[in-house]
């Protein structure tokens, strides 16, 4: 069997907005519960067949976007539209969209196959033909042979799993999940993102999920919106948010990040110079930054971008390197994790791969290491 | 008189007195936990079902002039111990129209009042489980209120609403309507077992109801239900317990009303309450007024335990 080619200009169709008209759009949304500011002016285009992700701690008003979009709450203003059509003032039970709920709020008197079968009811369709489709959801998310049981009777994995073939029972233009596995234990999760991403793939429903997880986030996302404090801070790819980050917040936020303060000391389209006395040395940037001379702004690195050693490395421009004493080392098998106090006393975290088996030439507590770091490694960041 | 202390015995030990109480409890068979027990079994077996024991006996003897008023049903005679049970007071429920028509007439009655209470119950539990937090206390606080009176005292208060020249008429004769006559009818009756017992049934569908998951609605209108296909596919069904228990808790105690039916109802209202009390005491006919209750009782109970055991297959379920 030929392998059909995958065009990338099909997959990601936010890369071409000129093309393509998105499936969702909410515009300027904004929702005020009495005087807290839930959602503050949100606008957001979510295209067909996404699965989109939208991430944030608790508060930070994605679960209030999500219901919303589903028609439980009114957004106070702005307007939400879903395939061409206004939805704001639509009630949940006329819109084309379907929610896996948190608690997967399934109906405890009736049986796996009643509730699979209950927005089929709804919609009149004929015995036979709910009896197919229940038959064919369970089989789906591979329940066949618990129609019959109540929903006390599954394991939590199953509860989860007859939600989602309830949510999915009528074919829904537009699936939304609040913290899909939050109430799965880790192992049982991460086969379920799988199959998730899966399912999604297969039926090509647009998928918004709503997530305090990153890693889940990161697993099952096309793309991600990171919320805080009502607000989308950033809409991008995985890759994107995390090595790409636009502020303090997003690079804080998802994975862990070293962060310092300097001042800029040569703006140039072609490279930055930033001075930093926290580091104890220069930051060269190897692009143009939309910065000013003598401002103050942010320099923000991952762990593994950066390098140990214990001789001083030479590195261009006199600048991207330091050093300092190793404080704590966290071995965690594949990587370990090295806590380093710079001159400063600014402690930076770096990771290394333990790639030689059981090294015994690794650089241990309290030793003088040099770190170092390619001038296109960290993330200048002005707010 | 003392003798040397034997030093291989070692000292007694000291003994918390509860620790000895304890003890000396078990010694003859008695736990901690028997003896929490034993204060509702006491209760129970002195002031319910000793007297209701009476009662029976009462129920099984006959009408005699005296001091008790009725035969004793153990006789001795020369070295003879007889028991005597007259089932005629039995026989006469059962061939005497007025009792049946008084039984069934309560069990309608204490049905329809059962039917409205709840109509008129549902909603207002559903109001208040729905209610916002702060106001949800306060509410149940309202609906308790009328406790902090006499029950005698608000039944002869919806007199002075109900009778010939009463509030109500007063108000439609400001718009120039006949007056209704309401007091000494069944309207009366049903109006004063609804108002009395109409707490016991949003008490028990309040607790049903706050308890509900609200996500539960929210996904029946997610799959594309109205609000009423939602109350009457989720709501309904899941508040079923609440329901069986408000309807018990009114329909028990309204087969019996004695109060309602004399102050309010008129002289065709028939119930049981009343029969019971003119034979009692009208009639001075124990043993007949005893086997009027004891016919009562059962006629309550069996329904009751019946319901109780289809309610706790609901909930297993």
């Known amino acids: 069997m030929k392998k059909s080619q995958q065009l990338a200009v099909d997959t990601r169709p936010w890369r071409d907005t000129a093309n393509n008209k998105p499936f969702v759009r909410i515009k300027n949304v904004t929702k005020k519960f009495g005087d807290v500011l839930a959602v503050h002016d949100v606008s957001l285009d979510i295209y067909r067949s996404e699965l989109f992700c939208l991430l944030g701690g608790s508060g930070s008003g994605k679960s209030t976007l999500l219901r919303m979009l589903a028609g439980f709450e009114q957004p106070t203003s702005g307007t939400i539209e879903i395939d061409g059509q206004d939805m704001t003032e639509v009630p949940p039970y006329n819109r084309p969209v379907n929610m896996m709920f948190q608690s997967y709020a399934l109906f405890p008197h009736m049986s796996v196959e009643q509730n699979i079968a209950y927005g089929l009811k709804r919609d009149n369709l004929g015995k036979g033909e709910i009896s197919d489709r229940v038959a064919e959801l369970l089989s789906l998310v591979k329940l066949q042979d618990y129609g019959r049981r109540k929903p006390h009777q599954l394991s939590g994995g199953q509860r989860q799993r007859v939600a989602l073939a309830r949510a999915l029972a009528k074919r829904p233009k537009l699936l939304l999940l609040d913290e899909p596995l939050g109430a799965l234990d880790k192992k049982l999760r991460e086969e379920t993102q799988f199959e998730l991403v899966k399912i999604q793939e297969s039926l090509g429903v647009t998928f918004i999920v709503v997530t305090h997880d990153q890693e889940e986030a990161m697993t099952l996302a096309t793309r991600i919106g990171v919320m805080n404090l009502g607000e989308i801070a950033m809409v991008g790819e995985p890759t994107d948010i995390y090595e790409f980050p636009n502020s303090r917040f997003v690079a804080g936020f998802i994975g862990s990040a070293n962060m310092v303060e300097g001042k800029v000391t040569e703006d140039e389209p072609g490279h930055v110079r930033i001075r930093s006395s926290e580091l104890g040395c220069d930051i060269y940037v190897g692009h143009g930054v939309d910065c000013a001379p003598e401002q103050i702004l942010w320099w923000a690195i991952r762990p593994e971008k950066m390098v140990l050693s214990r001789e001083k490395p030479l590195t261009p421009h006199d600048a991207n390197v330091t050093s300092g004493i190793v404080e704590e080392i966290a071995y965690l098998g594949d990587i370990s994790l090295y806590q380093v106090a710079l001159e400063s006393g600014k402690r930076l975290r770096v990771s290394q791969t333990n790639s030689v088996r059981g090294n015994p030439d690794a650089i241990t507590w309290d030793e003088k290491v040099y770190i170092t770091w390619s001038d296109s490694s960290g993330s200048v960041l002005t707010v | ?317």
Not at chain 2, 178 to 195: H, K, N, R, S
Request: proline residues 8%; aromatic residues 12%.
């Open chain 2, 1 to 317: 008189m003392t003798t040397a202390r034997d030093p291989t015995i070692p000292p007694p030990r000291r003994l918390k007195p509860w620790n000895a109480v304890e003890r000396g409890l078990a010694k003859v068979g008695i736990s901690g936990r028997m003896l929490v027990l034993a204060a509702p079994v006491l209760w129970l077996l002195v002031f319910f079902l000793i007297p209701l024991a009476v009662v029976f006996g009462i129920s099984l003897s006959t009408k005699q002039f005296g001091r008790p008023p009725y035969s004793p049903l153990l006789t001795t005679e020369e070295g003879t111990v007889q028991l005597t049970l007259h089932l005629n007071n039995y026989i006469r429920l059962f061939t005497d129209n007025l009792y049946i028509a008084a039984y069934l007439s309560s069990i309608r009655i204490a049905f329809i009042s059962t039917v409205i209470t709840l109509f008129v119950g549902y909603p207002m539990a559903y109001a208040i489980a729905r209610a916002p937090d702060r106001w949800r206390n306060i509410l149940l606080m309202l609906v308790i209120l009328p406790f902090f009176t006499s029950f005698l005292l608000r039944v002869y208060a919806l007199t002075g609403f109900m009778r010939g020249n009463g509030v109500i008429n007063q108000f439609l004769g400001l718009f120039g309507l006949e007056p209704l006559v309401m007091m000494q009818t069944d309207f009366a009756v049903y109006v004063g077992i609804v108002y009395t017992y109409l707490p016991f049934m949003i008490l028990p569908l309040y607790t049903t109801l706050v308890k509900l998951d609200v996500s539960l609605f929210e996904a029946s209108a997610d799959l594309g239900a109205r609000p009423l296909r939602t109350f009457l596919s989720v709501t309904l069904p899941l508040s079923l317990p609440g329901i069986i228990a408000g309807s018990m808790l009114v329909f028990i105690p309204a087969i019996g009303e004695y109060v309602i039916p004399s102050l309010l109802g008129g002289p065709e209202t028939l119930m049981i309450g009343r029969v019971l009390w003119d034979e009692f005491f009208t009639a001075a006919n124990w043993p007949r007024a005893a086997a009027v209750a004891v016919a009562m009782l059962l006629a309550v109970v069996i329904p009751i335990m019946l319901l109780q055991r289809a309610q706790s297959a609901v909930v297993e379920r």
